[in-house]
């Protein structure tokens, strides 16, 4: 059967400079299997469906895949889904918010001149990390455990390590071992600087490690983090994938939760572009 697809490049308003994402926009009737094999051979880190919701809140329903298994949320997928969604000609229930349904429950979407911002899922684990795993961590990246002013859980979903280096050179300059966790490194830029922080994803594939160009939910988290302890305020804007010749560009603000518009909320937004469009056999 012939389906409708896009491939998205999202976090870049300039094509081929963020992180590439499939989506299938009509999957309903696709196994898990047929899904997980499809990821499989497009090999990007990952690769959407769209089915119709099973929630009378939510716009539509995603599931999201990598080449190798299922995740109940990621931040690129979810604004790369929600963009092609809309160019395909969905229509959101809610003229100013779409409302995604997926493993982790539902995501609010909004749009804003920096393209479209989800909000930030509470996280699943934070609070500090111990320090025979940050002395670990120090010798995966190949610095010195005094380098690392900073480490935290931040995992809202696949399970992030965030550690906070003394300046975004520092991140810039890791040449990292074996990693056999998911890792997230952050520094900031000096005072003034068109980018408030640079951050960097590692991650195992086979014994090896991998490193994602520009990465929605580790940015959803680590601004938690920095924006309660004091490190950053928002607005502001984040760089990721530069060691990979990409320009990544994440923009963070706050405002009110969407839900009950009481609590402060963080919104992780950027740009997306759709690069291809057709259909696909499955």
């Known amino acids: 059967m012939l389906r409708t697809f896009r491939q998205v490049d999202v976090f870049t308003a300039t094509p081929y400079q963020g992180n590439p994402l499939a989506v299938v926009l009509d999957g309903d009737?696709?196994?898990?299997?047929?899904m997980q094999r499809f990821a499989h051979w497009t090999n990007l880190s990952e690769t959407t469906f769209v089915l119709p919701s099973t929630t009378p809140g939510a716009d539509y329903r995603v599931r999201i895949f990598t080449p190798t298994s299922e995740l109940p949320f990621a931040g690129h997928p979810t604004l790369g889904?929600?963009?092609a969604w809309l160019e395909n000609g969905g229509t959101p229930k809610e003229p100013e918010t779409v409302v995604q349904e997926c493993g982790a429950g539902l995501v609010t979407l909004r749009r804003t001149d920096g393209g479209l911002a989800f909000a930030a899922p509470a996280l699943l684990r934070s609070g500090p990390v111990d320090e025979p795993l940050v002395e670990r961590i120090a010798g995966m990246l190949g610095i010195g455990r005094d380098e690392i002013v900073d480490a935290e859980w931040a995992d809202n979903g696949p399970g992030w390590v965030a550690v906070l280096l003394r300046s975004a050179d520092d991140v810039l300059a890791l040449?990292?071992?074996?990693?056999d966790i998911d890792l997230g490194v952050v520094g900031p830029y000096p005072p003034g600087s068109p980018l408030a922080i640079e951050l960097r994803a590692f991650f195992p594939v086979n014994g090896s490690t991998a490193e994602d160009p520009v990465t929605g939910s580790l940015?959803?988290?680590?601004?938690?983090?920095l924006l309660r302890t004091g490190r950053v305020t928002a607005p502001y804007v984040a760089g990721q994938g530069t060691m990979l010749g990409r320009a990544g560009r994440v923009h963070i603000t706050t405002g009110q939760s969407p839900e009950d518009g009481q609590e402060p909320v963080v919104w992780v937004g950027g740009s997306s572009v759709t690069c291809v469009v057709g259909r696909v056999e499955l």
């Open 81 to 83: 889904t929600c963009h």
């Open 175 to 179: 040449r990292p071992g074996p990693i």
């Open 219 to 225: 940015n959803a988290s680590v601004a938690q983090w």
């Open 29 to 34: 009737g696709l196994s898990t299997e047929e």
